[in-house]
């Protein structure tokens, strides 16, 4: 089982639509958790980061993590075709250098 | 934030030959990293390079098939030896930097190499 699962897509999505993306994990230890976003032939980016258990928002994305079933989701609120791109879910143990494990990325792409 | 490139951005080599990325950053940095990217899969860490001190290799990664330089706070190269196809895949050169309760990680742009 990996430590971190995360469903490949692709996910097609009119564009003004609410995209969720998720993520489960079996590392009781995680406690930061990162959303980068990755567009074709470029590095990943970091959209939002996490600690602990909770929701945060950041425009029209929600990142919200539920400890108790190990589970993290990346909501998107009024998609924009400039979403579309390949969005990793990442997680590491603690906020100085600890190693970040990443799944494997969803693919997203938002229609006009 | 950092700034990271990667020269070269992609390749194409044959089997049995070596292949040397070279990772640039605009700041000093304390500790790089070295990502391989396979289609469908994670992102794996091949190592982490401190300046000054031998690269730390994660499982499976092994400093014969991918010996690494850090010759100073803002450069890092990775070899890729001895290619065989199963090596095909992106490289991603990565740094840490410090701020706040969380240590962001930034991302180069990636070595595509192909093998033959």
């Known amino acids: 089982q990996k430590e971190v699962e995360q469903d490949p897509g692709p996910l097609s999505v009119p564009e003004g639509a609410i995209v969720s993306l998720n993520c489960t994990y079996s590392?009781?230890?995680?406690?930061?958790f990162m959303w980068y976003r990755q567009y074709s032939r470029k590095g990943p980016e970091l959209l939002m980061y996490?600690?602990?258990?909770g929701n945060k928002e950041d425009g029209r994305f929600t990142a919200q993590v539920d400890k108790s079933s190990k589970y993290i989701s990346l909501f998107i609120r009024d998609s924009q075709p400039s979403d579309s791109a390949t969005y990793l879910c990442?997680?590491?143990?603690?906020?100085?250098?600890?190693?970040?494990?990443f799944g494997t990325g969803t693919k997203l792409q938002v229609i006009p | 934030s950092a700034v990271i490139s990667q020269k070269p951005s992609r390749d194409i080599c044959q089997r049995g030959t070596s292949l040397t990325i070279q990772c640039q950053v605009d700041?000093?940095?304390?500790?790089m990293f070295w990502y391989r990217q396979q289609p469908g899969q994670s992102l794996t860490l091949i190592a982490t390079?401190?300046?000054?001190?031998?690269?730390?290799?994660e499982s499976g990664f092994v400093i014969d098939k991918f010996p690494i330089s850090r010759p100073n706070l803002t450069f890092s190269t990775l070899t890729v030896s001895n290619m065989s196809p199963e090596d095909s895949s992106i490289y991603l050169c990565?740094?840490?930097?410090?701020?706040?309760?969380?240590?962001?990680?930034?991302f180069g742009p990636g070595t595509r190499l192909t093998v033959l």
């Open positions: 990565s740094v840490e930097k410090r701020g706040g309760p969380y240590n962001e990680q930034f």
């Open positions: 590392n009781s230890a995680f406690q930061y």
């Open positions: 996490t600690y602990s258990s």
């Open positions: 990442a997680m590491s143990a603690g906020g100085g250098y600890q190693k970040v494990t």
């Open positions: 700041s000093q940095v304390t500790m």
């Open positions: 390079a401190n300046q000054g001190s031998e690269a730390t290799y």
